[in-house]
Nanobody
Framework: VQLQASGGGLVQPGGSLRLSCAASRRTVSDCAVGWFRQAPGNEREFVAAISRSGGTTLHADSVKGRVTVSRDNAKNTVYLQMNNLKPEDTAVYYC????????????????????WGQGTQVTVSS
């Protein structure tokens, strides 16, 4: 599956952004999808993930309550709604997909994902 992340940009602290991860070449409906981010000088870190059905979601403690992951399998797209953004949220955001069986929850480890998008820059600054 080929993934394209979009929706990043420059936003002031307290603002919101919705990132999209559009899949092509094949359906993503049988995949768990994760969002990760990487700031300059830092390792890639987990942000959120959603199971193939959308019934199970995971969020990192650093974004819990501010970020929501969701999916629309009919549109072959996964979303990351980010509210009350902080300067420390500044990073390149990546989406990743991994085929899973229906009963398995979404992985939080980057090593569990085999397909990655190219990333979209999010900058939170006044």
């Amino acid at each position: 599956v080929q993934l394209q992340a979009s929706g990043g940009g420059l936003v002031q602290p307290g603002g919101s952004l919705r990132l999209s991860c559009a899949a092509s070449r094949r359906t993503v409906s049988d995949c768990a999808v994760g969002w990760f981010r990487q700031a300059p000088g830092n390792e890639r870190e987990f942000v959120a993930a959603i199971s193939r059905s959308g019934g199970t979601t995971l969020h990192a403690d650093s974004v819990k309550g501010r970020v929501t992951v969701s999916r629309d399998n009919a549109k072959n797209t996964v979303y990351l709604q980010m509210n009350n953004l902080k300067p420390e949220d500044t990073a390149v955001y990546y989406c990743a997909a991994q085929r899973t069986i229906l009963t398995v929850g979404p992985p939080a480890s980057a090593s569990a994902y085999s397909s990655w998008g190219q990333g979209t820059q999010v900058t939170v600054s006044s």
